[in-house]
């Protein structure tokens, strides 16, 4: 209400969407804060009218990528080609398009046949008898206790990621785990390249010895049962070597340059706002982070160390290596910068700017890299307001919002204090530094620009 005991716009327009008046408005608190709350009735329904509604919200469900068949104009993320809606011994009757409700399903696509279900609560059962597990719960359990099995046969230790877990949960319905291996050669390449072909490319599970090194053998899950499974072993390992070849390949071949020589080729390597080279950004990057590494009281060492690494930062970007296993970018900058006679400080902090990764992901353990995190972020936020690319509603391509809570987390995370505004003084490195760069977009109006020149760097808004 306002002042005068008037309710506002938002109440009557809260209250009209629901069908009701402000008469019917109450109050109540809800963790020390006062809500208004309207109370509705709405009489139920017979409940094989509410589940004919199951066609809505099968139609309504959306995916990252959909696909759509025959001439059908409705998408999915699979086609459709039978459908089950049983009430006890009742088929509830709807069609999503020229697929009716009926009590037939199917096992297993190789393993088992048709199923004639004559009551809902024989679903389970009768699916288990062909081949597949339904409960999604229990199938993760058996896969979970396989790969235990395994690794306690072999003497192994496996750190089961739970996200793969999932993933394969939801690949396969009658899983059966088994054991691969590769050449011994490949335990050359860093541990991280390993992981990241056998885990995130071909969804193995990778094997550690009792002291936490890496084995040349994995445990990956078939979707079927042992029948023939020497060949799937086979086929797996043969999939995984022709990956591995090539990381060893990059790997190799990455170390016949320099750092320097990597920095140079970042010339001609636009970021991501396309119109300035990533050279460009380090070089504004290396004035924030000096800028900042003075005034949260860096020591000397540790401000020469973050502007060394703000200079390089990218330089993996161009490599072989990170060309084929993007997820590994600044993981092997990190590796690269140590074989090239970088310090550690420099190296690590390398591989933390990008850090955090996620809402709650883990933050740079250094200060050197908490720094370079800080001024690689901050940079990016501005230059892409600068541009005009400004994140609207839900819609935040470039991760600019994820970019600034990373900012807030780890300022709070090392209890840093600024005596000036954050952006004001990362404005002020860059105009010292003179390393501003002229924005030109098409666009109706200007939203920001970066001027640069003696004397004229600024910007305005």
Excluded at 110 to 137: H, M, P, R
Excluded at 332 to 340: H, I, P, Q, S, T
Aim: aromatic share 10%; with cysteine.
């Amino acid at each position: 209400m306002d002042q005068e005991g008037n309710w506002s716009k938002a109440a009557i327009g809260f209250t009209r969407g629901q069908g009701v008046t402000v008469d019917d408005i109450t109050f109540k608190e809800l963790k020390g804060t006062e809500y208004v709350y309207v109370e509705k009735h709405i009489a139920g329904q017979p409940v094989q009218s509410v589940l004919a509604g199951l066609k809505d919200v099968i139609t309504g469900m959306t995916f990252p990528t959909m696909m759509k068949w025959g001439s059908y104009h409705f998408e999915y993320i699979r086609p459709i080609k039978w459908l089950v809606a049983l009430l006890d011994d009742e088929v509830i009757p709807f069609e999503i398009l020229d697929v009716a409700t009926d009590r037939e399903t199917r096992g297993h696509r190789f393993l088992g046949k048709a199923i004639t279900l004559n009551n809902a609560t024989d679903y389970e059962a009768a699916l288990t008898s062909e081949f597949v597990i339904a409960d999604a719960a229990k199938r993760k359990a058996e896969i979970r206790t396989q790969i235990d099995r395994i690794a306690e046969s072999h003497h192994w230790t496996v750190k089961i990621n739970e996200d793969l877990l999932e993933e394969v949960t939801n690949l396969v319905e009658w899983p059966t785990a088994f054991t691969g291996g590769f050449d011994e050669k490949y335990l050359a390449i860093p541990d991280e390249v390993l992981i990241t072909s056998m885990r995130d490319h071909q969804r193995f599970f990778y094997v550690l010895d009792e002291n936490g090194k890496l084995l040349p053998h994995f445990i990956s899950v078939r979707n079927g049962n042992e029948n023939h499974i020497e060949n799937v072993i086979a086929g797996n390992e043969k999939v995984l070597a022709a990956r591995l070849s090539d990381a060893m390949f990059f790997y190799q071949e990455d170390q016949k340059q320099t750092i320097d020589d990597y920095v140079d080729r970042l010339k001609n390597v636009s970021s991501m706002t396309r119109s300035v080279p990533c050279m460009k950004k380090m070089q504004r990057v290396a004035a924030i982070a000096g800028q900042l590494g003075h005034t949260l009281g860096l020591t000397e060492t540790q401000v020469t160390d973050v502007v060394r690494a703000a200079h390089i930062y990218k330089f993996d970007l161009v490599t072989g290596m990170v060309g084929e296993f993007a997820e590994l970018q600044g993981v092997m900058g990190e590796k690269y910068a140590l074989l090239n006679g970088e310090n550690a400080a420099v190296a690590q902090a390398v591989r933390e700017h990008y850090m955090p990764i996620s809402a709650d992901g883990d933050l740079p353990a250094s200060a050197v890299g908490a720094v370079l995190a800080l001024a690689d972020k901050l940079d990016s936020i501005l230059t892409f307001f600068a541009a005009g690319m400004v994140p609207s509603g839900s819609n935040d391509p470039y991760a600019l919002r994820r970019q600034a809570t990373g900012i807030v987390r780890i300022i709070r995370a090392n209890n840093w204090h600024f005596d000036r505004p954050l952006v004001e003084a990362a404005l002020a490195a860059e105009t010292k530094a003179q390393v501003h760069q002229i924005w030109i977009r098409p666009r109706k109006s200007v939203r920001g620009c970066f001027l640069e020149g003696p004397g004229q760097s600024h910007f305005t808004w």
